[in-house]
């Protein structure tokens, strides 16, 4: 089972979204059964390391992020199972690159009972609250993913 995360620049929430979600993942010791990556809409931040506010409010979590982002690619489409993005503007630039694959992508919160087609929203321009809204919203959603994800066929 593969999962992308995805967002705007891929140095906030995504990448975030894909350390918890490899962070529970190891956790329940799932990780011969999934794989996972993020990824940004846009190439504004390709090859960078997260936003060091994001990293610094992973790490008081015990989380480290080392991901570098990229570009959302077309080959994304046919190597993932779920392309799982954090909001409507994501969603429409995802889609419209390939709108066949529409079934493969959905909100994050999606799958999510409590938190069911909300976004999850942009930090970027806020300041530290934002960030651990996000880091709270996303360690929950990414838990019950793996939990979601996993249930026996
Ligand atoms: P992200 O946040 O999509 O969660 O990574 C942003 C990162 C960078 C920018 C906007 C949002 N930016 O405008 O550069």
């Known amino acids: 089972m593969k999962v992308l995360f995805i967002c705007l620049g891929n140095i906030c929430r995504s990448p975030l979204a894909e350390g918890l979600f490899a962070h529970h993942v190891n956790t329940l010791n ?3 059964v999934f794989s996972y990556d993020s990824c940004g809409t846009g190439d504004w931040h390709a090859g960078e390391l997260a936003d060091p506010r994001m990293r610094k409010t992973a790490e008081k979590n015990d989380i480290v992020l080392t991901h570098r982002a990229r570009q959302i690619r077309l080959s994304d489409f046919d190597e993932f199972d779920h392309l799982l993005v954090m909001d409507h503007s994501n969603y429409n630039n995802v889609v419209a690159l390939n709108p066949a694959m529409a079934h493969k992508v959905n909100l994050l919160t999606y799958f999510h009972d409590t938190y069911k087609d909300q ?35």
């Open 30 to 32: 799932l990780s011969d």
């Open 119 to 153: 976004i999850v929203p942009d930090p970027y321009f806020g300041g530290q609250e934002g960030f651990d809204e996000v880091f709270h919203m996303l360690n929950i959603i990414t838990k019950d993913l793996v939990h979601f994800l996993h249930q026996p066929a």
